[in-house]
């Protein structure tokens, strides 16, 4: 089991730009996928970007394509989420995840951190 914990959120005005970052502990990191979800107020959780293990294979969600960027470093055990161009529907919750597929089904991940809150106002 990894153990997961994010940072960076905070508030931000819309059309300007925030870095999270998973820090990971516990089994191998280096071995696992890496994803980023969000949850809203009164919303269910919806992926945001899912990161090999070898930083080869990215896939983002149509809402995060051109404006948020994924990456790792598995020397550093963390994962990074670049957000840009932000928006007030942005606002949420964010969480990183861990998973060995493929998907960005929320079910499909196993250990998952506490969350971090991003709020962008208008």
């Known amino acids: 089991q990894v153990q997961l914990v994010e940072s960076g959120g905070g508030l931000v005005q819309a059309g300007g730009s925030l870095r999270l970052s998973c820090a990971a502990s516990?089994?191998?990191?280096?071995?696992?996928?890496m994803g980023w979800f969000r949850q809203a107020p009164g919303k269910e959780r919806e992926f945001v970007a899912l990161?090999?293990?070898?930083?080869?294979?990215?896939y983002y969600a149509d809402s995060a394509k051109g404006r948020f960027i994924i990456s790792r470093d598995n020397a550093k055990n963390t994962v990074y989420l670049q957000m840009n161009s932000l928006k007030p529907e942005d606002t949420a919750v964010y969480y990183c995840?861990?998973?060995?597929?493929?998907?960005?089904?929320?079910?499909?991940?196993?250990?998952w951190g506490q969350g971090t809150q991003v709020t962008v106002s208008s």
């Open positions: 516990g089994r191998t990191f280096s071995g696992i996928n």
């Open positions: 990161i090999s293990w070898n930083s080869i294979s990215l």
């Open positions: 995840a861990a998973t060995n597929g493929w998907s960005g089904r929320a079910s499909d991940y196993r250990s």
